[in-house]
């Protein structure tokens, strides 16, 4: 059973039988919202290319990034299954992948913060049906569960955040709206995050 994650909500990533979780698997899915209007139904809908971030922090400090042109991160913990550049049908599936091995993350990082950017600079408004999620890699169970709601006027969104603590790990919705094409264009706002 998932958990629906609202802004702020954190949530422990221990099993219920008291284990830790070992790999996690962060989905992103959309797809184009219709046009409006009679020439826009003869258009259909545009192209939009949303794309799946992972930055690893270190005490603050950007250590590596995961996102649609560097697939892996440096210690090999991390990996972008690959870039879908318009989304997907509206079936709810994962239209992108990123795979956190929680165990090979190096011990100085102790955040992994999860973004989602406009590539494209549409914005959510114009995005519907998107959802990010963080699934159990092993057993296939969906975890946790973030809905993009009510559109808006940005292009970003910092999703959510895992956070080292106490040996595990604890996962943070942060659903923080923003703009920016890139990961880079949103530094200064996940910093308040960390």
Request: proline share 2%; charged share 20%.
């Amino acid at each position: 059973m998932s958990v629906n994650l609202t802004k702020g909500q954190q949530i422990s990533l221990n099993k219920s039988d008291g284990t830790a979780l070992t790999a996690v698997r962060m989905g992103l899915g959309w797809q184009a919202a219709q046009r409006k209007g009679f020439l826009a139904k003869l258009a259909g809908t545009r192209e939009i290319d949303l794309d799946a971030s992972a930055l690893l922090f270190a005490g603050g400090q950007l250590a590596d990034v995961v996102f649609f042109q560097h697939l892996l991160s440096q210690d090999g913990s991390v990996r972008h299954l690959g870039d879908n550049l318009t989304g997907g049908a509206g079936a709810g599936s994962d239209d992108e992948v990123i795979l956190v091995d929680l165990g090979r993350i190096p011990g100085h990082v102790d955040s992994v913060v999860f973004v989602v950017n406009s590539f494209t600079g549409q914005s959510f408004a114009e995005v519907q049906n998107a959802f990010c999620r963080l699934v159990d890699e092993n057993s296939g169970q969906e975890l946790a569960r973030y809905t993009l709601s009510g559109g808006g006027a940005y292009t970003a969104q910092i999703m959510a955040a895992l956070h080292r603590s106490n040996g595990g790990w604890q996962l943070k919705a942060i659903g923080e709206p923003a703009d920016g094409r890139t990961f880079e264009d949103l530094l200064p706002a996940i910093a308040a995050h960390l």
